[in-house]
């Protein structure tokens, strides 16, 4: 049973490629080489949101095929699609578009650690979630028309029992229909995982800006802090493929336990 379910979610990935353009011919000028250029082709693939994240795609001899391009330069479109957390190789089943699960979260996308080091997952209560409409900002910062639809969403995150971030978070509804207060909720994983399980939105990069902030009366309650705490503030946007925002969203840190560390490059085996 378990082959029979492989091959039909193969040859479902096979049809989705099948249906999209050839490889773009090198023009004059164009400097491109043919491994990006079949990376770019896999990326708009994966972008359509037709492959599932439980699905493997084809093989590097089928996409080789399809692409009437040598397997070693397939290999190294996939090879940098894997090191850039795009995909994922699974030994015995194929080539997956990378779940986001704790783990991946922590490695990639959560910047917040114990001042010894150390980083936790942290619990979250959800505080508020209400449709509204995008005002100037936050319709530049989705890309999307001014009073267009939104999901505003306030996260609380504890770690180790105590309240440290509160997430103040904005979503198109565009891309999210349907969405509601109980199945956001009711999520079995991270957010990022959510947005790809439920609606094939992969994030794969943020960008992330750094200020200062106090605690103002509504938000030191919620942080169990004193008025004008002086705290770590950062907006972040996330971005799908084809730089599409996926998500905006401002962070407060309480970082009197807690630092945001970004280590370019990785962090070292030791942590420091």
Do not use: C
């Not at 990376?39 to 693939?45: M, Q």
């Not at 890309?143 to 770690?159: D, F, T």
């Not at 207060?181 to 609606?199: H, I, K, L, P």
Request: glycine share 6%; hydrophobic share 40%; proline share 5%.
């Amino acid at each position: 049973m378990r082959r029979s379910t492989k091959k039909k979610t193969t040859e479902r990935s096979t049809r989705v490629l099948r249906k999209r353009h050839k490889v773009p011919r090198r023009t004059a000028g164009q400097i491109l080489p043919l491994y990006k250029r079949i990376k770019l082709e896999v990326t708009r693939t994966l972008s359509s949101s037709e492959i599932q994240a439980t699905e493997p795609l084809p093989t590097e001899k089928q996409l080789a095929a399809r692409y009437g391009v040598s397997v070693g330069t397939i290999r190294r479109a996939m090879d940098d699609l894997v090191a850039e957390h795009i995909l994922v190789r699974q030994q015995g089943r194929g080539t997956f578009l990378a779940p986001f699960n704790a783990e991946r979260l922590l490695n990639r996308f959560w910047p917040v650690f114990r001042k010894d080091g150390r980083r936790e997952i942290p619990i979250v209560q959800t505080l508020l979630f209400a449709s509204e409409r995008a005002d100037r900002a936050i319709a530049e910062a989705l890309a999307i028309r001014k009073g267009a639809g939104i999901y505003h969403i306030i996260n609380l995150l504890l770690i180790g029992g105590n309240p440290v971030l509160l997430d103040d978070v904005r979503l198109a509804e565009a891309l999210f229909p349907g969405l509601t207060e109980q199945n956001f909720v009711s999520r079995e994983t991270t957010m990022y995982g959510f947005y790809q399980n439920r609606y094939g939105v992969s994030v794969i990069r943020t960008v992330d800006r750094l200020t200062g902030a106090v605690a103002d009366p509504e938000t030191a309650r919620r942080l169990s802090v004193p008025i004008l705490t002086p705290l770590l503030a950062f907006t972040r946007i996330a971005y799908t493929f084809d730089d599409k925002p996926v998500e905006f969203r401002r962070t407060l840190i309480d970082t009197t336990a807690y630092e945001y560390r970004n280590a370019i490059g990785g962090e070292s085996p030791r942590g420091g």
